[in-house]
């Protein structure tokens, strides 16, 4: 990456020197994620039509799948970190509700979730990733369910945290703090990017870490904070973190 042309919204606060590892979030930080979850749901519908044909039926409805995952979400409070586990199991419901077998849940929401990590990355995605990969180790940070392997991103994190498998997510300072630890790090000395004001910077800066605020969206920036601390760092792109990070 030829580092050139800036377009930085503000690094007045971070200290680069004492940056030694940076974490990173996933959705809508290296791919945007609605268009794959909506390629994935029609993969999903897709299937169903195979296997299932009146769940298929029910869910084009308008509002049923949001009804029933909803209805999920109050059940199985248990499953609030788990987005895998949530998903499967509005599947379920759905197709108890429309009279299938329940246990076609499982290969329906296989065939969601290989499709989901089919992601299309943003153009500044690869070449930041090599650039900071040879420079800190980089953690993974999700509340998502993206794979980093099956994602193709894989070579450029040392580890990766996810809510389901560790047990709680962002904004909850544990998995900030477990991701500097898998390094050799205190959070102090981990620099935290994501797109999500609360999640991602309110979150690691709760845990102790700088906080760089992914914002591609302007008109999101414009919008008043109202979330007490800043960010030390605001970019429009991943190009603009590393020119930040090189520049000091």
Same mark, same amino acid.
């Not at 909506?38 to 299937?47: D, I, N, P, S």
């Not at 949001?66 to 248990?78: I, K, N, P, V």
């Not at 420079?135 to 993974?140: D, F, S, T």
């Not at 601390?229 to 990070?245: D, E, F, K, T």
């Given at each position: 990456?030829?580092?050139?042309?800036?377009?930085?919204?503000?690094?007045?606060?971070?200290? %680069?020197? *004492?940056?030694?590892?940076? #974490?990173?979030?996933?959705?809508?930080?290296?791919?945007?994620?609605? @268009?794959?979850?909506?390629?994935? !749901?029609?993969?999903?519908?897709?299937?169903?039509?195979? !296997? $299932?044909?009146?769940?298929?039926?029910?869910?084009?409805? @308008?509002? %049923? /799948? *949001?009804?029933?995952?909803?209805?999920?979400?109050?059940? *199985?409070?248990?499953?609030?970190?788990? /987005? #895998?586990?949530?998903?499967?199991?509005?599947?379920?419901?759905?197709?108890?509700?429309?009279?299938?077998? @329940?246990?076609?849940?499982?290969? $329906?929401?296989?065939? &969601?979730?290989? !499709? +989901?990590?089919?992601?299309?990355?943003?153009?500044?995605? /690869?070449?930041?990733?090599?650039?900071?990969?040879?420079?800190?180790?980089?953690?993974?940070? #999700?509340?998502?369910?993206?794979?980093?392997?099956?994602?193709?991103?894989? +070579?450029? &994190?040392?580890?990766?945290?996810?809510?389901?498998? &560790?047990?709680?997510?962002?904004?909850?300072?544990?998995? &900030? +703090?477990?991701?500097?630890? #898998?390094?050799?790090?205190?959070? *102090?000395?981990?620099?935290?990017?994501?797109?999500?004001?609360?999640?991602?910077?309110?979150?690691?800066?709760? $845990?102790?870490?700088?906080?760089?605020?992914?914002?591609?969206?302007?008109? !999101?920036?414009?919008?008043?904070? $109202?979330?007490?601390?800043?960010?030390?760092?605001?970019?429009?792109?991943?190009?603009?973190?590393?020119?930040?990070?090189?520049?000091?």
């Amino acid at each position: 990456m030829t580092l050139e042309t800036p377009a930085l919204a503000g690094h007045d606060g971070l200290d %680069v020197k *004492r940056i030694a590892a940076i #974490s990173l979030d996933l959705d809508d930080t290296l791919w945007p994620i609605w @268009p794959t979850i909506e390629r994935a !749901e029609r993969v999903l519908h897709a299937w169903l039509l195979r !296997e $299932a044909p009146k769940t298929a039926e029910l869910l084009v409805t @308008p509002g %049923v /799948l *949001r009804e029933l995952r909803q209805a999920t979400e109050r059940e *199985r409070s248990d499953l609030a970190h788990d /987005l #895998s586990a949530l998903r499967r199991e509005s599947i379920r419901a759905a197709l108890r509700r429309a009279g299938e077998d @329940p246990a076609l849940a499982d290969p $329906a929401f296989d065939a &969601f979730f290989e !499709e +989901r990590q089919r992601v299309e990355l943003y153009d500044d995605a /690869l070449p930041a990733l090599k650039w900071l990969s040879e420079r800190y180790p980089l953690v993974a940070v #999700s509340n998502g369910n993206a794979d980093i392997h099956r994602t193709g991103v894989g +070579r450029w &994190f040392r580890t990766a945290f996810n809510a389901r498998a &560790f047990g709680s997510g962002k904004p909850h300072a544990p998995i &900030f +703090r477990a991701a500097a630890a #898998s390094v050799g790090l205190l959070p *102090r000395d981990v620099l935290h990017v994501g797109d999500d004001a609360m999640l991602d910077v309110v979150g690691a800066l709760d $845990a102790g870490m700088q906080a760089a605020w992914l914002v591609r969206d302007t008109d !999101e920036e414009r919008k008043p904070w $109202a979330h007490g601390a800043r960010p030390q760092l605001v970019v429009p792109n991943l190009h603009a973190l590393c020119m930040a990070l090189d520049a000091q």
